[in-house]
């Protein structure tokens, strides 16, 4: 039921204390924060820095401009609404589909255009934003997410979660939403987090609720098969939020898109621990190599020294393996 | 070299805190314990006399805070007279004055005598050396022998006033003696021949204290100098030392009271004797503020009601630290659990968990259902406001319909606070469903609970509002725990998984 703290020392598991202190109190200017709370910000300093990010559609900044909503998403396949200084993916209300006046979720249930407007409503009196402040609504296009990751999630779009520091890539993890998690990739909700191999973006480990897991709950798929393509162009994107934020301790979250590649969805300054569950190792090993390295070097210096050392084998059973005989081994 | 510092400013805040703390406890007697008990005497003296009609002026010794006691208050009740305090010759007197005065007149003086063990005297100057003792014949060679003789048997000051006051006690007194007390009162005669023996004495007065006695007079005592220190010779009977209920009333080697313009004057005392808890009886202390001294008891009194639950905030807000940053628990809005806190005190915790329950979860109801009205936040919040309000209305007289008075307390409740919990509950019931809300809620409540205990703890709250001293340490230790990299006890659950392959 507990572990000892030297058991989690001896990982280089860090608490919430030390992160709080050690790292984001160290290396986060809080002058900085606004670039990374404020989506909207961070998209248009990212369009500044030819970074991907989803297309904007609009923006609702009024409560007397909602009634434009309508007319911005008119001619839109599937959206996404989202608080700009929404924080832990409150408020985001994904639509996949429009059907005449109805709008559809991803998990098949209908919204009203009143729903819509009554929810932007409150993303501007500030129901989602840190500390309650009035907000801007932001209304983006809809990801088209690449098939091959189907099998890995259910309804939601999978994300994957890059923490950065001082611009190295340090740890990596994909977090694939759930009906646990209501197609939300949050992995408090029971999203299920798999870790990625830095060197080659393979999977190594898998957890859902915590606990380890080899397959995805809904659809049933192993795990170990899952590999990130143009892994490396995804490092460089996470890494350059470095210099495009100035912040030392980052969490990027960056989606696949089927056309275009990845995509920078948000930033955040104050990035969660689930990421060392989903690893099985601790963070502390890694921010401490970074930390003796000189300042100065470029992305791709930057990616290289990650991709070389913190390189680490899968703990997932080859997909091979993966038949139900085995899976009945295992649990035996 | 900021560690250091940091480092620094800790140890600095709990020095200074100790400091101010020990200085209270020392200096002014404030008892660690809130329970303790100390006896109060008061004390009172009436000064009688017949005026001749002209101006009259009365002048009387006043007792000073002392070895056993310290002097609390003091009071006087002497219609149509003038008074004034004065500092002169080393001790405190009262100075009544009128232009006209005829027949009897009384004059009362009151004070509260603290019994304090460890109060000190305050340093007091010898008198000077008297030179020019001159004694008639034939009492000369009576003292001169009645001196040599206590002299050959004593080594120093002391043993030489002992022995010289055993030679004047009934059984051993001798002719010289008898002969010298035809003449002179037995006191000043004593004081007399210490000061030709080159010893330095006086005649001081004081009062036997008694619980419930009435028209005592003052006792004289002869007090006597070694060097700079001085002890107390019972001239009755030769004893040293001061019996511990004996209040020196007058120190200084003048008279206790001097009548100008009146004759017959005398002045006669009572006093009775109560306990009090030692926490009151420092709140009634005669003392000046100085910055050392700096306390909430020379505000008004409800001014210092309000202080008593102003300074129980930090502690309060220290069990929140304690249990966010060491345990790690969830508390829906970081401070509410204190507030909430606070009402239980008022409430009591039984009465104040079932309100708070009640109210709670009656407003998810009622959220509930407004968030299908699609209102603006701030009118929706001011809507909760109001049903709160209502909520609390209606279970008030309910509670008092059916005879429970407790329920009454309810109205306690900070309603603004709890209608913004009700609407954050409702947002993460609707956001990540009850499970959270139980977890938030829960935590919330259970630091509630532990910082009410915690701030109803009556030493805690002794302690808190006796020692401002301690508010510093309390800065220190929040400061410090601040600066804590550790685990959390609930990561160590969490992150078992981790440690299990």
Redesign the interface.
């Known amino acids: 039921m507990w572990a000892w703290p030297k058991q989690l020392k001896s990982r280089g598991i860090i608490g919430m204390n030390r992160r709080n202190i050690r790292y984001i109190g160290r290396y986060n200017d809080r002058r900085l924060y606004p670039l990374v709370d404020d989506k909207l910000q961070t998209k248009l300093l990212a369009e500044r820095h030819g970074i991907t990010t989803p297309a904007l559609i609009g923006t609702v900044t009024t409560q007397f401009g909602i009634k434009h909503l309508g007319n911005m998403v008119a001619s839109v396949a599937g959206f996404v609404i989202k608080p700009a200084k929404g924080s832990g993916g409150k408020g985001i209300l994904v639509i996949e589909r429009v059907e005449g006046d109805r709008f559809i979720k991803p998990s098949g249930a209908a919204l009203t255009l009143k729903d819509l407007e009554r929810h932007v409503s409150n993303i501007l009196s500030g129901l989602y934003s840190l500390g309650g402040s009035p907000d801007v609504a932001v209304v983006e296009a809809l990801i088209n997410f690449d098939e091959r990751f189907s099998a890995y999630t259910y309804e939601g779009v999978p994300d994957i979660r890059v923490v950065v520091f001082r611009g190295y890539p340090v740890m990596a993890m994909m977090r694939l939403s759930t009906a646990a998690s209501d197609g939300k990739a949050n992995l408090h909700q029971g999203a299920v987090g798999v870790g990625l191999d830095l060197a080659s973006g393979r999977a190594l480990r898998g957890v859902q609720f915590d606990r380890a897991r080899h397959d995805h709950p809904d659809t049933g798929h192993e795990l170990a098969s899952l590999a990130i393509p143009d892994w490396r162009s995804l490092l460089m994107l996470a890494a350059s939020c470095y210099e495009m934020t100035g912040l030392g301790y980052l969490g990027t979250d960056m989606v696949l898109d089927r056309d275009r590649g990845p995509m920078l969805l948000e930033l955040n300054a104050r990035p969660g621990l689930a990421i060392q569950m989903a690893n099985g190792e601790g963070l502390r090993r890694r921010l401490d190599s970074v930390e003796r390295q000189a300042d100065g070097l470029d992305v791709a210096a930057r990616v290289d020294f990650a991709q070389r050392h913190f390189a680490r084998r899968g703990e997932l059973p080859p997909p091979e393996d993966a038949s139900p005989l085995a899976g009945m081994a295992a649990g035996a | 070299m900021s560690r250091l510092s940091f480092y620094l400013i800790i140890a600095l805040l709990v020095i200074a805190g100790a400091a101010l703390t020990v200085h209270r406890h020392v200096q002014f007697e404030v008892p660690w314990t809130p329970g303790e008990q100390r006896q109060v005497w008061e004390i009172q003296a009436e000064v009688n006399f017949v005026a001749d009609g002209g101006p009259a002026k009365v002048n009387m010794a006043l007792p000073t805070s002392q070895q056993g006691f310290r002097i609390l208050t003091e009071h006087t009740a002497s219609p149509g007279y003038g008074l004034t305090f004065l500092e002169e010759r080393g001790g405190r007197r009262a100075e009544w004055t009128t232009r006209e005065a005829e027949g009897d007149q009384q004059l009362y003086y009151s004070v509260q005598a603290l019994e304090s063990p460890s109060s000190r005297h305050a340093d007091v100057e010898p008198p000077a050396e008297s030179n020019d003792i001159v004694w008639e014949s034939p009492y000369d060679t009576a003292a001169s022998q009645v001196i040599e003789r206590a002299w050959s048997r004593s080594a120093d000051a002391y043993s030489f006033a002992r022995q010289l006051i055993s030679d004047f006690t009934d059984e051993r007194e001798g002719e010289n003696a008898r002969l010298l007390l035809t003449q002179f009162d037995r006191t000043p005669l004593l004081v007399r021949l210490l000061n030709q023996a080159d010893v330095r004495a006086r005649q001081v007065s004081g009062l036997m204290l008694e619980d419930g006695r009435r028209r005592q007079r003052l006792t004289s005592w002869i007090q006597v100098f070694d060097d700079n220190e001085w002890a107390l010779f019972d001239p009755r009977t030769g004893e040293q030392g001061k019996p511990d209920n004996l209040l020196l009333w007058e120190s200084v080697g003048q008279a206790v009271l001097e009548v100008e313009g009146g004759n017959n004057s005398r002045v006669d005392f009572s006093m009775i004797s109560r306990n009090q808890p030692a926490a009151s009886a420092v709140r009634s202390q005669l003392v000046e503020d100085t910055l050392l001294n700096f306390s909430i008891h020379s505000l008004p009194l409800e001014e210092q009601a309000l202080f008593q639950t102003i300074l129980l905030i930090p502690i309060g807000a220290l069990v929140v630290v304690v249990l966010r940053?060491i345990v790690?628990i969830k508390t829906s809005g970081t401070f509410m659990p204190v507030l909430i806190a606070l009402a239980f005190i008022q409430t009591s915790l039984l009465t104040g968990i079932v309100g708070f329950l009640l109210v709670v979860s009656v407003g998810l109801v009622i959220r509930n259902y407004l968030s299908y009205l699609?209102l603006?936040?701030?009118a929706r919040v001011s809507a909760v406001i109001i049903t709160v309000i209502a909520i609390i209305s209606i279970f008030s007289v309910i509670s008092y319909r059916v005879g429970l008075n407790a329920g009454l307390t309810i109205t306690f409740f900070p309603m603004i606070i709890l209608a913004w919990t009700i609407e954050r509950m409702s947002?993460l019931w609707e956001?990540?469903g009850p499970k959270e809300v139980l977890i938030q809620g829960g935590g919330s409540l259970l630091t509630a609970v532990l910082a009410y205990l915690a701030m109803n703890n009556p030493w805690i709250r002794h302690i808190t509002f006796n020692f401002l001293g301690v508010q510093l340490i309390l800065m220190a230790l929040i400061l410090l725990l601040g600066?804590?990299?550790?685990?959390?006890l609930l990561?160590?659950?969490?992150?078992?998984?981790?440690?299990e392959?």
């Open positions: 940053v790690g699609n603006l936040l701030v947002i956001e990540e600066n804590y990299t550790g685990y959390r990561e160590l659950r969490r992150f078992k998984p981790v440690t392959d």
